[in-house]
């Protein structure tokens, strides 16, 4: 028998809170099937490849099937995942000619690795032969699975944090920690590796900022900028998914940036709800664009409200970087024409 005050440390209670089950050492489980079928969809949706055939872009998810948990025994995680995916894709070839056709991912499970994944891309029946089959077959299955492996890691991620709870000690030690602040670069702003928030089930701190600039266009090609799916993988370089409709879904920078447009006042407010993929899962920020029209040219206020604290300068330099000076430089809306 192990003598007084040194038996196992994670059966020891501490006095906190939630001491019943420290640090979750017994056995505990999170589904995350919900956040899991939202993620696989944001990741695949838009995805595309080109080549010297034309492009291809998945357009539609049609069906993504399937469970997801995470399980703690005894201070060990176990991840458990299993779906089936059903997809849509269309080719266009260098002449604008379209063809469709599917995708089916059958074995996307924590039994198998990516490389072991069965995914079966097909041209539809009534459809003619075309080069594209074979690019999306290609190039597009190693996009597909490079996006499935982002769900992995970011199942192992976020939602690992909370599992295994931190006892008082560590976290007053993690409060004393002062984090260095990192000049921002294009990685960063749209790296699905940044630090996210713990999602411990604790109410997240948030703050509201404004940002003011000026455009030298009108308020309706400005408007345009952020709802037209060409015009935003122009300034952003990448390719994009944007459905400008009132309830229309984007993704943007490989899916580390995502969200809904919530309300749209065409030529003068575009309301979202944006968020990095990093954030804690279903965390989102409003985001309101208000397009003043200045004569000549065009003010454009943003106000966020529920920016987590910690990501209040990341939301403002890359707002103000990769959004607004972006689309400046790119069409020319920054200079003044002689």
Sequence with gaps: MAKWGEGDPRWIVEERADATNVNNWHWTERDVTSWSQDTINSLLLGLRVEGEEGSC?????????????????????????????????????????????????????????????????????????????????KEGVKKIRMALGNYVKHLKTEFSQGMILPTENAINGQNQETQAKVKLDKTQMGSSTTKSTPNTGVKISTVSLTIKDTFLTSPEELYRVFLNQEMVQAFTHLAAFVDGCSGGKFRLLEGNVNGQFAEL??????????????????????????????????????????VPSNEEERMKEGWQRYYFDAIKQTFGYGARLC
């Design 57 to 137: 872009e998945i357009t539609d998810i049609s069906n993504i099937d399937g469970e997801a948990s995470i399980n703690n025994r005894k201070g060990k995680l176990i991840y458990f995942y299993e779906w089936v995916v059903k997809a849509s894709w269309t080719g266009t070839n260098k002449i604008g000619i379209k063809y469709k056709g599917t995708v089916e991912i059958l074995n996307l499970s924590d039994e198998n690795d990516m490389d072991d994944l069965d995914i079966c891309v097909r041209l539809c029946k009534d459809q003619p032969n075309t080069p594209l089959t074979d690019l999306m077959r």
């Design 265 to 306: 006042i065409p030529d003068q407010k575009i309301v979202m709800k944006w968020r990095f993929s990093s954030w804690p899962a279903g965390h989102a920020a409003t985001v309101i664009l208000n397009f003043v029209n200045q004569g000549s040219e065009t003010e454009l206020i943003l106000e966020a409200r529920g």
